[in-house]
């Protein structure tokens, strides 16, 4: 059932998913902000798209920490689903990303639509001149930007590594970090086909001041109250079947 399940899931992406890529070169014209709550519509149908095939459901505590004014949003980052459900959970906001992301049919013509903050992690020095550049212009703009600390996908259970260039780029455009704890990663797994029926929890916490202060000591401040809330809310350690995609 499981399979059956996550199948339909993926059947449906593959459905909704192209006459969105379209529609993304027909409102490029569009204000971003516009332009991002067309496009976005495409991940609030998948996330009820999931719910309905999967039994994926979510629950938000402290949603009434999350400003009315742009911020750095830092999160946890277990599985392809914050990618989508934050764009439903928060004021709009925009991705830092690879810049061959963009290059990825179908999704990568969405993905630029959503005005991200595309880089070319092999050249670090331009890297930072275009994460300052374009992050001033997309914050004027209205929009928030989020940075996943770790880097990368990490599977439910474990810790990554949290890097310290977020925190240096919010201390330079004078913006607070709001932290989100969740674990998506238990119930889609970390580049698994299988998704398992469940409630995933997402923990927003207060925002993080960054004036005047260093980028390890915010940090670690992040680092500090999202892990604490992972070990709230986390629900099965990494031994658990659904960590190695089995049904």
Request: glycine share 8%.
């Amino acid at each position: 059932m499981i399979w059956l399940r996550s199948a339909l899931y993926w059947l449906g992406m593959l459905v909704v998913t192209p006459p969105y890529a379209l529609l993304c070169f027909l409102i490029l014209p569009l204000p971003p902000l516009l332009r991002y709550k067309v496009v976005s519509r495409w991940s609030r149908i998948m996330i009820f798209w999931l719910r309905v095939t999967c039994g994926v459901k979510y629950r938000v505590i402290g949603r009434e920490n999350v400003p009315d004014v742009p911020v750095m949003v830092m999160s946890k980052h277990q599985s392809a689903w914050e990618t989508m459900a934050l764009q439903e959970l928060l004021p709009p906001l925009v991705f830092v990303v690879k810049r061959e992301l963009l290059k990825i049919p179908f999704f990568g013509w969405g993905l630029r639509t959503l005005s991200p903050i595309a880089i070319d992690r092999g050249n670090r020095s331009e890297a930072q001149k275009m994460l300052m550049a374009q992050g001033t212009d997309r914050l004027g703009k209205g929009f928030s930007i989020l940075i996943f600390p770790e880097g990368t996908r990490v599977p439910a259970g474990q810790r990554g590594k949290y890097r310290q260039g977020g925190a240096r780029l919010a201390n330079e455009l004078h913006v607070p970090i709001l932290p989100v704890a969740l674990n998506s990663g238990e119930f889609w797994p970390r580049n698994s086909f299988l998704k398992w029926p469940g409630t995933v929890t997402v923990c927003i916490g207060k925002p993080i001041p960054t004036a005047n202060r260093a980028a390890n000591e915010i940090m670690a401040e992040v680092e500090y109250w999202i892990e604490n809330q992972m070990a709230a809310i986390t629900e099965r350690g990494p031994k658990y079947p659904r960590d190695a995609a089995q049904p």
